[in-house]
């Protein structure tokens, strides 16, 4: 189903967003990273972005620039009660760690790909989340699958969105919804 301004799911979607604002704190904030506060603030109701983590010089100015918390170690950022959800672009190499510690304190993260550095601790990254019943997301780029392709060919013109994959989950009365808008 694709999302078209007016439609009844796209109007429910949207207030889904809106009256559930989610925090986010983004973990690496490079050249990738950056790509994900710029679309937190400008083109995704319902999402605002709270906090960085960066250790690099660049990070004060990014805060500063977006108005959010720096933390210079991820853990803390993780650890901040006031965000409800973690963004991690980060060398795989970190994701168990930061799988382990989203568990700790409830927070379902968006990892960019790939999950892990092998098979072995990818699975036990999902292992971990099925155990918790939190959601898990793995960005993928989908720019040249046949079906996205297929799609943009389809649709190209005929004033229908592009594809929102808003993989977040909205927290109502504690429980966490997964939010898929096609």
């Known amino acids: ?45 319902g999402l605002e972005l709270v906090a960085i983590s960066r250790r690099s010089d660049a990070g004060s100015r990014q805060a500063k620039e977006w108005g959010v918390t720096l933390y210079r170690d991820w ?16 060398t795989p190499d970190l994701n168990v760690e930061i799988a382990e510690a989203c568990i700790k304190t409830n927070k379902p993260p968006l990892a960019e790909k790939p999950l892990a550095v092998d098979s072995v601790k990818a699975q036990r990254i999902v292992d971990l989340f099925k155990r918790a019943g939190l959601p898990l997301t793995v960005a993928q780029t989908l720019r ?39």
């Open 1 to 45: 189903m694709a999302v078209v301004p007016g439609s009844d799911f796209y109007e429910f979607a949207n207030s889904l967003l809106m009256e559930n604002t989610i925090k986010i704190g983004i973990i690496g904030t490079g050249t990738h990273g950056s790509r994900y506060a710029r679309h937190i603030m400008n083109d995704v109701p």
């Open 144 to 182: 040249y699958n046949s079906t996205i392709l297929a799609f943009k060919k389809e649709f190209a013109g005929k004033g229908i969105l592009p594809i929102l994959n808003v993989f977040w989950a909205l927290l109502h009365k504690r429980k966490w919804i997964t939010a898929n808008l096609f």
């Open 75 to 90: 853990r803390d950022l993780i650890d901040d009660s006031g965000i409800d959800a973690a963004i991690a672009v980060t």
